[in-house]
């Protein structure tokens, strides 16, 4: 079965620090791979989105995403944190092209 | 533009009760699909459906059902509540499924059961 880890629970960055976010996979093929957002009490939004070609991927809310094939990761990255960016943050994996499988989520916290 | 929308939002049950979440698209996806978020665990995937008529077991179905009769609709039957299904309930539909398709979700339906 397909999986995914997202080795940090909880991250407290300060406001204007950068971020990185750790996604690992296990996938036998080529993934298509997801970084959502969700805001307290809300359901999730796609930031960004990998199914081929250029390994780095922009987002929106000035998220980046890069695939590295051989580490099996797909880390979320933003240069600058903004107090807007607190929530929690879910890496998926299609499964095979049937359905979606989201690792555990890590929790943002930004200091002011 | 409604996109996803679940109902109720908050529900309280006493165990051996029975309900359904509705959830609705009309975005003409044919891709639909249930979660449960609980802390810690991430989303896992309770039911999805691939179109009208077709539907198939996620990673926890035990203790649901659901049904898909129309593109629109995609409800979620728990036939005799438990405390373990407490949990946030949220609906997702996609254009294409996973290949190549981004899941919009619903606001998500709060469900306690005592």
């Known amino acids: 079965a397909q999986s995914v880890t997202q080795p940090d629970i909880h991250i407290t960055v300060s406001e204007g620090a950068s971020l990185e976010l750790r996604c690992n996979y296990s996938?036998?093929?080529?993934?298509?791979l997801f970084w959502y957002v969700q805001s307290p009490g809300q359901g999730l939004q796609l930031l960004l989105k990998?199914?081929?070609?250029?390994?780095l991927v922009q987002g929106i809310k000035g998220f980046e995403a890069e695939f590295k094939r051989s580490q099996s990761s797909f880390n979320l990255r933003k240069p600058s944190v903004h107090w807007s960016d607190a929530a929690e943050y879910f890496c998926?994996?299609?499964?095979?092209?049937?359905?979606?499988?989201f690792g555990p989520g890590t929790r943002l916290s930004v200091l002011p | 533009n409604a996109g996803v929308t679940q109902t109720p939002k908050f529900q309280v049950l006493k165990t051996g009760q029975s309900m359904t979440l509705q959830c609705a698209q009309d975005?003409?996806?044919?891709?639909m699909s249930w979660y449960r978020q609980d802390p810690g665990m991430g989303l896992r995937l309770i039911h999805y459906?691939?179109?009208?008529?077709?539907?198939d077991q996620g990673e926890v179905p035990n203790g649901y059902n659901v049904s898909r009769s129309t593109t629109e609709d995609f409800p979620l039957r728990l036939l005799s509540a438990a405390p373990s299904q407490t949990s946030v309930y949220f609906c997702?539909?996609?254009?294409?499924?996973?290949?190549?398709?981004?899941?919009?979700f619903g606001e998500g339906s709060r469900l306690t059961v005592l």
């Open positions: 975005m003409n996806h044919e891709y």
């Open positions: 996938y036998g093929a080529t993934p298509y």
């Open positions: 990998y199914f081929s070609g250029d390994t």
């Open positions: 459906s691939v179109g009208a008529g077709i539907t």
């Open positions: 998926a994996v299609d499964n095979y092209g049937q359905n979606f499988v």
């Open positions: 997702a539909s996609s254009l294409l499924g996973s290949r190549g398709g981004e899941l919009f």
